[in-house]
């Protein structure tokens, strides 16, 4: 699939081009930015839901996620270079909020949780940068898997309840679901196309499955089997969501 158009030839042309002052029309097959955006904070919500994170924590690790895909922006749409310097201070922020998780009572869990989360998150930002081509797919998944572990880790701790386990898990599959929209949408229509209704259709939708499952999880929760702990039981719920997610595509 190529990014530009090309202009219409003449039949009798041997191939030229017809009309010497028509101007082909410029298709960019990128990831759209509404299902991007909905991806990348959908990620950063896993990990807000979990509430394993201290404020500090979250808030800086969520303005670097910020920073790092607004350099990616002004890096396809204006200079390299300018982009670089707009991100590049986006990565040290995360890093920080990562060494920041590794304080207090229970930073054991807590680091486990943050690194994978926030780490899950630049992946998902950087596999829908604009600029990227091949590997966008499998970058979103390696990504929202990251991102998974960290909700692993949380249950495995024992640090966080049934519903934020159940939060966090819908939230990483709706950033998944909101990358491939942003993909698939992007390579047919372009960014270029008003995509606004369809993306925001499709995501609602989604959302409404989301809040579903973690109504079922509730519901499930008082069908514990004796002897499965909390932190247990959670686990299984999330893998069989995950597992759905896997399917879904």
Not at 167 to 173: D, E
Not at 209 to 229: M, N
């Amino acid at each position: 699939m190529t990014e530009t158009g090309t202009s219409a030839t003449s039949a009798d042309g041997g191939g030229t081009a017809r009309g010497a002052d028509a101007d082909p029309v410029s298709v960019t097959f990128r990831p759209t930015t509404l299902s991007t955006l909905v991806a990348v904070s959908a990620a950063l919500f896993a990990l807000a839901a979990l509430e394993v994170a201290t404020a500090d924590t979250f808030l800086m690790g969520s303005a670097g996620v910020a920073l790092v895909t607004a350099g990616l922006w002004v890096a396809w749409r204006w200079r390299r270079l300018v982009g670089v310097v707009v991100g590049f201070p986006g990565v040290a922020l995360v890093l920080l909020a990562i060494a920041g998780s590794w304080t207090g009572v229970g930073r054991a869990v807590a680091f486990a949780t943050v690194a994978p989360a926030l780490l899950g998150a630049l992946l998902v930002t950087v596999s829908l940068a604009p600029g990227r081509g091949e590997g966008t797919r499998t970058l979103l998944k390696a990504g929202c898997g990251v991102v998974f572990l960290g909700v692993l880790m949380a249950g495995v701790g024992q640090s966080a309840t049934f519903d934020e386990l159940a939060l966090a898990t819908v939230g990483i599959v709706v950033a998944y679901d909101a990358g491939e929209t942003a993909v698939n949408v992007g390579e047919h229509l372009g960014q270029e196309a008003s995509t606004w209704r369809v993306e925001s259709t499709h995501l609602a939708g989604t959302a409404a499955v989301g809040v579903l499952t973690v109504l079922l999880g509730r519901a499930l929760q008082g069908l514990q089997t004796p002897g499965l702990d909390l932190g247990q039981f959670a686990i299984v719920l999330v893998a069989v969501v995950a597992f759905v997610a896997v399917l879904h595509e």
